[in-house]
């Protein structure tokens, strides 16, 4: 109810503003703010994950005659719009730090036990990889191992299920298909 009190009350333009202004932000508080969405997420993740996603498939129809109310992914998205936004403005080595701290949550989310979570994160990391990879990697760098991490963390993960496993796999060939020419230490992964 709190959110809907928000959202009725500040311009939905306003609140896109503030995830694009990440952009300005010092690459110090830039982490900060990562770190807050990133919990801010997982709470809303730990919805009832039986349920379809929130904003996406709610129209389950619950016992008791009550639409399901399952995770919401609103700070999810948000997080791949903050990624998305900062990839091609942050220096590499800011953006490597950046995205430790992502790619971990990342994994974690892919191996959700909701597969409509798992599905959206596996899918996100899979945009963001192929935005990621049409920049060409320095010789002395390995970033495309680093930003790629998050697939083989969710193939190693004995708790992810085959279906994200498969999808993962899908995942890499279509990398492998159309960015092999730019591809470097991402190859290691």
Not at 9 to 23: G, I, M, N, R, Y
Not at 38 to 59: P, R, Y
Not at 169 to 178: A, G, M, P, Q, S
Request: net charge neutral; hydrophobic share 45%; charged share 25%.
């Amino acid at each position: 109810s709190n959110g809907r009190a928000v959202l009725e009350a500040v311009q939905e333009v306003l609140l896109d503003k503030v995830f694009s202004s990440t952009v300005n932000l010092s690459a110090k508080t830039l982490a900060h703010f990562i770190q807050e969405l990133i919990a801010v997420s997982a709470s809303e993740i730990e919805g009832n994950s039986k349920s379809g996603i929130t904003g996406v498939d709610a129209s389950k129809i619950a016992k008791g005659g009550s639409k399901s109310v399952g995770p919401s992914i609103f700070s999810l998205q948000r997080l791949v719009e903050v990624a998305d936004c900062n990839m091609n403005v942050r220096p590499r080595l800011v953006w490597a730090q950046v995205w430790e701290v992502m790619a971990d949550y990342f994994a974690k989310i892919a191996c959700h036990e909701n597969s409509m979570v798992s599905v959206f994160a596996i899918d996100s990391l899979k945009q963001l990889s192929f935005k990621f990879l049409e920049k060409p990697e320095l010789s002395e760098f390995n970033f495309q191992r680093t930003f790629l991490k998050p697939f083989l963390a969710v193939m190693e993960d004995k708790g992810s299920r085959e279906d994200i496993r498969e999808l993962v796999l899908w995942c890499v060939d279509n990398i492998i298909r159309t960015k092999s020419h730019n591809l470097r230490s991402g190859w290691k992964i």
